[in-house]
C-alpha cells in the first residue's frame, strides 16, 4: 500500500496513487478503443474526443454517486450558503458578473435562443444569476475570511469526551481569537452547532503542537473541502457508467454516430481501465475487505458492536488465504527550505481506522488480515475485458451486444465480489449492499433489454454482423 507515490521534489507536492493510476487507466483505454474504432472503420479521432466528454461525466457521476453513498463521512458546510458567511465584495462582484452576462448574452453561442426578451429569459439568467453570485460570495469569503483558518478537534471514538481537557497554551497576554471547535465524532448532534465547545489560543498558536499534546484527538480543517479531492480516491463504478452512459448519448448525438456503435467499440477499454483504477484502490487502501473470521479472537468478537460486525465476514477456505494487512499512519522528519518539518509517508488506511475505531487493534498495531478484494477485482476486470473481446469476435450478431453483454455479465461478479467487502454496510435490500442493489437491477435491466432488443432486430430483418 502507498496512498501517495512520490514527491515532487522542490514544490513538495504529494502524487496520489489513486488518482496517478487513474489517469494511465483513461490513457489504456483511449488506446485499446482507439484502436479497436479503426479495425471498425470508425474514425480513432472520435475516440479521442469522447474521452474528454467521458473524463468529465464519468468522474463527476461517480463521486457524485460515491459521496450520496457515503454521505456520513463528508462535511458539507462548505455548500450551507444560508450560513450568512459570504463575502460583501464577492456578492457585488457576482451580481455585476450576472449583469453583464445577461446584457451581452447575444454574443455568447449557448445563450442564443434566449435573444428575447420574455418570462423564459428572465427565469433562466435569474437561475443562473443567483447561483453566480452566491458562488463568487462564498469563494472570495474563503479566500479573505480569517475564520476559514478555523480548525475543528475531533475526538476519536475510542476516548472519552472532555472538551475542557484540551491542552492548549497560555492564553498570556497575545491577542485571544476562536482557533475551533471541539467536536464529538459519537454525538448524536455531531456537526451541528448545538454540539460544539469552542476553543480558543493566541493568534501564533502551532496547530502541530495542538496534535502532539492531544495525542486522543485529531485536528481538522472546520471547512473540508475533500468532497472535491477525487484525487485521493472515493470513486464508484456504477456512478461513473452512468456519467459515462449520458456523455456516450451526448457525444453520439452531436456527432451523428450510431450510440450503440461506439459503445460496443469502447466496452472492452471501460474493463481495461477498470482494472487500473483498482490497481489505484490496492495502493490507495480503499475497497479494502472483511476480516476472515478465524483471524479475529473470539474475545473481540464478544465485544464488537452490531454496528461494527460487519468489518468481519466468514472464513472461506481458498479465498482465507489471499489476505493482506495495512500499516499504521507513518511520519518523517524531512528538511525544506523552511525548516524541518515533519511529512506524512503512510497516510492513515480507511480500513486501519475503522478497526481501530471498533478497537480490534490499537492505533499503532497493524490491520487485522482482510480478504485482497481489491487484487481480486482487478483480476476480475481483466477477466471481463478478455471475455467482452471473445464475445465481440466470436458471438456477436448486432451493435449492442457487446455493451449490454458487459453491462450483464460485470453486476455478477460485482455482486459476488461485494460479500468480500468490509467497507460497505449492509443497509439495503434485506442486508446487501447499496452496490449489489444497484447490481441486481443493472444486471436485470441489461439481459431483458439486450433479449427484447435481438428480438425486436431479427422481425425487422436487420442483417447479421460477421
Known sequence: MRRILFWIPGLDLPIYAYGFMLMLGFVFAILLASKRAKQRGMKPEHIADLALYLV?????????????????????????IFDGKLSLVG???????SFLLFKYRSRFKPFKRFQILNSKTLVFFGVIGLLLTLTVARLLYLVTDTSVLYHRVILRPYAKFYPDTIKASSMGSSAIREMGVVS???????????EYRRLYSPHTYDFDSLRESNPH???EPAWEFSVFEVWKGGLVFYGGIIGGVLAGILFAFRRRIP???????????????????????????????????????????????EEDRYLVGKTIPFLSYLTVRFPPAKTEQVFT?????????????????AQVNAGMIKHEEWTLPVYATQPLN????????FLVLLYGRRWKKYHGDEILFLGTVYPIGRFLTEFLRG?????????????????IFVAFGCFVFWMLRRRHLRKKGVRVEV
Open 184 to 194: 464529538d465524532r459519537n454525538s448524536p448532534d455531531f456537526g451541528k452547532e448545538v
Open 217 to 219: 484527538y485529531d485536528v
Open 91 to 97: 456578492l457585488l462582484l457576482g451580481g455585476l458578473a
Open 337 to 353: 527550505s523552511e525548516g524541518s518539518v515533519k511529512r506524512v509517508v503512510i497516510p492513515e488506511p480507511p480500513g486501519h481506522e
Open 56 to 80: 468529465v461525466f464519468g468522474v463527476l457521476g461517480a463521486r457524485i454517486f460515491y459521496i450520496v453513498e457515503f454521505h456520513h463521512i463528508f462535511s458539507f458546510a462548505l455548500f450551507n
Open 378 to 385: 482487478i483480476v476480475k476486470a481483466l477477466f471481463i475485458c
Open 259 to 305: 450510440f450503440f456503435e461506439l459503445a460496443d467499440t469502447v466496452a472492452p477499454a471501460i474493463m481495461l481501465g477498470l482494472a487500473f483504477g483498482r490497481v489505484g484502490c490496492t495502493l490507495n487502501g480503499c475497497c479494502w475487505g472483511k476480516i476472515p473470521d478465524k483471524f479475529v479472537p473470539s474475545t473481540v468478537l464478544k465485544t464488537l458492536n
Open 423 to 439: 467497507d460497505n454496510r449492509p443497509e439495503y435490500l434485506f442486508g446487501l449492499t447499496v452496490s449489489q442493489s444497484v447490481s
